[in-house]
Each structure stands twice: as structure tokens, then as C-alpha cells.
């Protein structure tokens, strides 16, 4: 189970490759050997944020937002649990395939399948995302500037032999990307938009156990989730000794995110350090001096306890993605494509080949 909140975190910490308006995406993940977990799973994102998702256990489709239940009717959570259904059949066959590929027998295993496009609402400019994973690895991942796939374990090749074959398959993917997952991306919005197109401005706090310890730059409470965290040192962007974490959910549907700076007593004292934080919400950066009246410490009664119940907030989603691995190395990206959703309808794909 610890292994699987790990696996929640990352899901919540994965950006989009590039900047964009828009995106949707779907996560598929097969499971084996995990207590307590669903063997399979689909969750759905519009923008970063869950709306819809279907599981072994509850075996139907559910909204994960307000505005995507009342958007649409019984047909359309009728057809995509049906859907649903038969990919997890085939998943459960996959995990089974992909041990054997991997000549593997018992213990904990994965295999993921993300899919989803992008679209920028000011330029025109889409992109999609085709990429599948075993146990937390690259697996296979589709090229889109030559429609091929790349197969970065020699298991995929034989798999990657029978799709870069098929043109129907091609075909069926390129079309899919170029018109109904955009198609579906600009109607998921268009239900959201009061949500997914809302700003939520970043409060900004310094941190710091005692004199000895990093100072933490915790910034939480803003939406939507893209923000840039930097430490600068007299005016200038300062990148070593800079560890920055994930950018996690809060559970009331903003995000927080820490950068945390090794740094000497005496050194931020004589020199000038500040926490720089840019984010859609502002017009102007914030901007935190380091110095000693800006700082909370375990002295103070610093409310470390705010960020543990911020974390244990998103852990509280667990029920929504957990057990979902997004493999973050190596990753291909999108690849510009003409301009596509899933109606989860393409999980099935995964089949590693002996």
C-alpha cells in the first residue's frame, strides 16, 4: 500500500510536456498483488483535475465533478461503464502477458496506458500523448511525427513489429487524436468552465525546523496548478541547493508545492535571498525576503501541522487515482498532431507480445 500512495503522488505531480490552454487525459492502470487496491482502474483529467473514474471494485463510471454530472445523462456513464467493463478484462490479461514477457511469477506489477491530447484555446496549436508503461518503466510510446512506436525494452519489440504493421490501427489512432479527442477536450471545458478556467491566488510562507535546517518556501491554496517556484540570491535566479517537490493537491481543490533552500545562517544574512512565486493568478510576482521576521520556525509554533494536513488532504483522494504510476523517465511528450477523448475506449491496445 505504501508503494501505491507513492504511486498517487506522482500522478498528482505530472505536468503536461508543454504550456497549454487545455488538456485531456486518461490513465489507465492494471494492478497485481496490491492489498487493499483495485486491480483496475481508470481515471479521467480535464486540465490536471479528476472528472471522471471507474474502478474493479464499483465497476461503473462515475462523475468526479459537479458539472460533469449534471452535464451529462444516463447514456452517456451507461456506455462508458460498458466500455469500462471490457477493459478490464483486458487488462487483467495484459498483467498476465506482460510476467511472462518479463518472465516474472508473483509479486507487485503494473501496467499503465496514459492517453490523451492537449489544445491550446489561443493559438489553435494540439498535441496528443499515446505512451504505455510496466511496472513503473517506459514500456512502448507512439512517435506522432511518423506515426511509429518506440519500444525502449527489447519485450516491446515484437509489439512494436505488429502495431508499426498496422495500418488500420494507424489510421483508427489518427483520427481519433485529430478529431474526437478534441472534440471531447472542448466539451469537457465547455461544462467546466466556471471551475476550470477559475483563478485562485498562492499564499506564501517561510519555514524552517531551526537555525540548522533548509528553509522551506511553502506556497499552497492557488489554481489552476502550473506555477513557478525560484529562489533568487541578490536578483539572480539561483538553481543549486534548490530542491523543489511536487505540486500536490490540497483536497478543496487548490495545490501546494514547497522549494526548499540549503543555505548557511550567516550567508542569507549578509547576502539577499528571496522566494520568488509566479503563477496565472497575479499580475505581479510574490516575492518573500529571507530574513528573520519572515520566517516561522518550531520556536514560533510553526504550524508544521498545516502542511502534514495538507499532505494527508491528498492522500484523501487516494480513492480517485491510487495505484496509478506515471512513469516520468524518458518520457516521449506530445507530438504535434492535426487537432481529439477516449470515452475510454482504447485501453485495450496493450498487448505484449512473447
Not at 518556501?217 to 502550473?226: E, I, N, Q, S
Request: net charge neutral; charged share 25%.
Amino acid at each position: 500500500m505504501r508503494k501505491a500512495l507513492l504511486f498517487a503522488l506522482i500522478l498528482f505531480g505530472v505536468d503536461w510536456i508543454f504550456a497549454v490552454s487545455h488538456s485531456l487525459q486518461y490513465v489507465y492502470s492494471g494492478t497485481s498483488g496490491i492489498r487493499n487496491l483495485p486491480e483496475f482502474m481508470i481515471v479521467g483529467l480535464v486540465d490536471g483535475e479528476p472528472f471522471v473514474y471507474y474502478d474493479s471494485n464499483i465497476r461503473r463510471m462515475t462523475p468526479r465533478q459537479d458539472w460533469m454530472a449534471k452535464s451529462e445523462g444516463p447514456d452517456y456513464w451507461d456506455r462508458n461503464t460498458n466500455k469500462s467493463r471490457i477493459h478490464e478484462q483486458v487488462y487483467k490479461a495484459n498483467i498476465e502477458t506482460a510476467k511472462r514477457c518479463f518472465n516474472q511469477t508473483g509479486g507487485i506489477h503494473t501496467v499503465q496506458m496514459v492517453l490523451g491530447c492537449e489544445w491550446d484555446d489561443e493559438t489553435g496549436a494540439t498535441g496528443a500523448l499515446e505512451q504505455f508503461g510496466y511496472d513503473g518503466s517506459d514500456f512502448i510510446a507512439l512517435d506522432f511525427k511518423t506515426m511509429t512506436y518506440v519500444a525502449p525494452v527489447m519485450q516491446a519489440v515484437p509489439t512494436k513489429q505488429k502495431w508499426d504493421s498496422g495500418n488500420a490501427r494507424k489510421d483508427r489512432y489518427k483520427s481519433y487524436f485529430t478529431q474526437q479527442c478534441i472534440e471531447s477536450l472542448k466539451k469537457y471545458v465547455s461544462y467546466g468552465k466556471s471551475t476550470l478556467e477559475r483563478t485562485v491566488r498562492p499564499e506564501v510562507s517561510l519555514l524552517q525546523k531551526d537555525p540548522s535546517s533548509p528553509v522551506t518556501c511553502h506556497t499552497t491554496g492557488f489554481f489552476p496548478k502550473r506555477i513557478m517556484v525560484t529562489w533568487r540570491k541578490d536578483g539572480v535566479d539561483k538553481h543549486s541547493d534548490v530542491e523543489v517537490g511536487e505540486t500536490l493537491p490540497n483536497g478543496d481543490g487548490t495545490f501546494q508545492i514547497t522549494s526548499k533552500l540549503t543555505v548557511k545562517t550567516e550567508d542569507w544574512k549578509m547576502n539577499s535571498y528571496s522566494c520568488v512565486v509566479q503563477h496565472k493568478s497575479l499580475q505581479d510576482d510574490i516575492a518573500v525576503l529571507l530574513e528573520e521576521k519572515n520566517i516561522r520556525t518550531n520556536q514560533g509554533g510553526l504550524p508544521w501541522g498545516i502542511i502534514v494536513g495538507c499532505v494527508a488532504a491528498a492522500l484523501a483522494l487516494v480513492a480517485v487515482v491510487v495505484g496509478v504510476v506515471l512513469w516520468r523517465r524518458n518520457r516521449t511528450g506530445y507530438g504535434k498532431a492535426g487537432t481529439s477523448d477516449t470515452d475510454s475506449e482504447n485501453s485495450s491496445q496493450l498487448q505484449p507480445t512473447a
